[in-house]
């Protein structure tokens, strides 16, 4: 794949210009009547699902169906952590899986999609909690994820900013830090894999809303959408906090619940975090984008929800805690606020593979890890709906485990108490 390269002088002409002389990234095609493989949701999922379907099993007659617009949904609601850095080793496979494809994303995509790998960095406040932490620590590294266990002195060596006052609030005992772990910009990773799955032939539909499942002997053959009836070979479902509600238009049920998660940001100021910050007792994480942004995250609202939105009560208490975290941000002036819809599983792992009906294939459920997950996820469906197999990290994560109890339980491996 070639790109041109644009002079500053021409950048800004097309930008005061209103873009006018750039082709789109990807096309704007009409949907067609058939398709081998349908992917709906074109979010990171959903693209990269498609892209490596193209790239790695040759199967290019593919649609990405939309209901609103590429990135509209969770991709662009996150706070861009990347990190693999999981107690149980499926959940660490797969996350590095997808951490290893972050890493070489740029290459392959030919996109650059801003990987910084800073390191993440999460705290221990107390000495229970350091003991935990140096147990997982130990897990982590017997499944080959790469993590160190730090002392208080270490912490601040790496932080200096945090609050290690004597009379601190949320007083720091340690930590332990994954150094591959990071942030990449959420926009350019969905950009990337829509102009490189486009360039392969798949066709990205977007404003294209799945209304119903044609199902014929228990089987998927094709889709009721906004914009017409188009048949299918195979569909892969990959919608984030919505997949309960895809899932009852084809006539089953998910053992899933959707959570608003919120974040904010602040006003820019001067780089001074060269870190991820994870705080597991405040609920809060924070990094500072490239934009001199900090990009504050809280936990889920504990409600089921479909609201893109903050509340103020959740605002108020992670920015309680952030603060005192980090006594130099009690000033800062918040930017603007948002949600993202996290599908939640009861074990709080993701389920991936066949659904109850024949030819529907499942990404769901990765509640507050979709964003780190999207290279894994994307190259693990694809694989499936290819081969009609699971690959061998995905086959941990079937949906039949809540049948036979092998549960895969993150809810503390996830870093944050949801």
């Not at 499926?90 to 990987?115: C, K």
């Not at 899932?247 to 053992?255: I, N, Q, R, T």
């Amino acid at each position: 794949m070639t790109s041109r390269r644009y002079s500053i002088t021409e950048i800004v002409r097309q930008g005061l210009g209103g873009h006018q002389g750039w082709a789109p990234a990807w096309r704007m095609p009409e949907l067609k009547k058939r398709y081998d493989v349908i992917v709906i949701g074109g979010g990171g999922h959903g693209l990269a699902t498609a892209y490596y379907l193209a790239k790695n099993h040759g199967t290019t007659n593919v649609a990405v169906l939309e209901k609103g617009w590429i990135g509209g949904g969770n991709s662009g609601r996150n706070t861009t952590i990347i990190r693999s850095n999981y107690f149980f080793p499926a959940s660490a496979r797969i996350y590095d899986l997808a951490l290893r494809l972050y890493e070489g994303l740029s290459d392959d995509l030919n996109f650059n999609i801003m990987l910084s790998q800073r390191g993440l960095l999460t705290l221990a406040h107390s000495d229970h909690a350091l003991e935990l932490a140096a147990r997982s620590v130990n897990a982590m590294l017997i499944n080959g994820i790469d993590v160190e266990l730090l002392s208080a002195s270490q912490v601040q060596a790496e932080v200096p900013l945090l609050n290690f006052a004597p009379d601190a609030r949320f007083p720091i005992h340690g930590g332990y830090i994954q150094r591959r772990g990071g942030i990449a910009r959420h926009d350019a990773v969905v950009w990337g894999y829509a102009r490189a799955a486009d360039a392969l032939g798949v066709d990205i539909i977007q404003g294209c809303e799945v209304t119903g499942f044609r199902i014929e002997g228990g089987r998927v053959v094709g889709l009721d959408t906004t914009r017409g009836s188009v048949e299918a070979g195979a569909v892969g479902m990959a919608v984030a906090g919505h997949s309960g509600q895809l899932a009852a238009k084809a006539g089953f049920e998910l053992p899933i619940l959707s959570y608003a998660l919120q974040a904010m940001v602040s006003e820019p100021i001067k780089p001074m975090l060269d870190t991820v910050v994870m705080s597991p007792t405040t609920g809060a994480y924070v990094s500072q984008s490239d934009k001199g942004e900090m990009v504050i995250g809280a936990g889920l609202d504990l409600y089921p929800s479909y609201a893109q939105r903050g509340n103020l009560v959740g605002t108020r208490t992670i920015l309680a805690g952030l603060t005192e975290l980090f006594p130099s941000f009690r000033r800062l002036k918040m930017m603007r606020q948002w949600a993202g819809i996290v599908d939640v599983c009861w074990d709080y792992s993701p389920i991936i593979g066949p659904s109850p009906v024949d030819g529907l294939y499942l990404n769901c459920g990765w509640g507050t890890g979709g964003f780190k997950a999207i290279p894994g996820g994307g190259y693990v469906l694809a694989h499936i709906l290819a081969t009609g197999r699971h690959h061998e990290f995905s086959a941990p994560f079937d949906l039949r485990r809540f049948e036979t109890g092998a549960l895969i339980d993150e809810a503390a491996g996830a870093g944050i108490a949801h």
